[in-house]
């Protein structure tokens, strides 16, 4: 749909393991704070609209479409009223063109929603219905769904703490192409977060992050790149240059 494309928006231990175990948490729980601190706060959202001046045509246009029910027409309409983009910003109409994608299902309604509701804009703040709105548009594929659920799990914001779960969400959100979650899960792998320590993911995704302009990844990318053997720069490289953005609409095919 052209008229749509810019609006893409562990176990039982016995009891002298205690001691290692406390320590390990000690320093997982280190590393995370250190994730946390070294996210790309000044990059643009997954889920921020890319803005485009519509004619009054395209609006009402749209509009039919949204009125007669369609879904991506809906979650489209929500983001320019969002935005303000030809038409007055009224967060309150968006939210209702999003409520409406998002009992139809729509991913980006379901992830913009969520974003609304955990920033209390338009809807009652609530990080638990976020939550719930995020896992919803990352099932069903959304990058931004998959983003802000990871970055939840990692902050134990709305779900318990899990870097397992976090490590999962940005890798799909990395799948889809995200260059923040590729940081993201490319510093998990170099520091074994949520992850197996693997130097030649680490790389892969730093690397496909830094090729998108990702400033943090391009720092750390050098210090991976030094501690790769030849062989492994050379299965790495591969890796990057096999890399293929998984799209939204194969996601739920691969997924069940």
């Known amino acids: 749909m052209e008229l749509f494309e810019d609006f893409s928006l562990q176990t039982y231990m016995k009891p002298k393991s205690l001691v290692v175990l406390v320590l390990l948490s000690l320093v997982v729980a280190g590393t995370a704070f250190f994730l946390l601190q070294n996210h790309a ?19 009402s246009a749209l509009a039919s479409k949204a009125q ?13 009223y969002l935005a303000g983009q030809s038409v007055k910003p009224d967060v309150k109409a968006a939210v209702k063109w999003f409520q409406s994608a998002a009992a139809q299902n729509e991913p980006e ?39 802000n659920l990871a970055f939840l799990y990692e902050s134990g914001q709305g779900v318990p703490t899990d870097q397992i779960q976090a ?32 130097r030649v993911q680490a790389y892969k995704w730093l690397s496909l ?24 720069l050379t299965g790495a490289s591969q890796l990057v240059n096999a890399f293929v953005p998984r799209q939204i609409n194969n996601f739920e095919k691969i997924n069940k």
Do not use: C, M
Not at 68 to 80: F, M, P
């Open 41 to 59: 706060e000044t990059e643009t959202p997954p889920s921020a609209p890319v803005a485009r001046t519509l004619s009054g045509a395209e609006v």
């Open 68 to 80: 007669a029910g369609d879904a991506e027409a809906q979650t489209a309409l929500g983001r320019i």
């Open 109 to 147: 309604a379901l992830a913009t929603l969520g974003e609304l509701t955990q920033a209390g804009q338009g809807v009652p703040k609530n990080i638990e219905e976020a939550a719930r709105l995020y896992r919803l548009a990352a099932e069903k594929g959304s990058v931004a769904g998959q983003y």
């Open 167 to 198: 490590a999962k969400w940005y890798q799909l959100a990395a799948e889809g192409g995200d260059p923040i979650a590729q940081y993201d899960i490319g510093q998990r792998y170099e520091l074994g977060v949520g992850v197996a320590s693997n």
């Open 209 to 232: 992050a830094a090729a998108q302009g990702q400033p943090d990844s391009i720092k750390l990318l050098k210090k991976v790149k030094r501690d790769l053997s030849r062989e492994e």
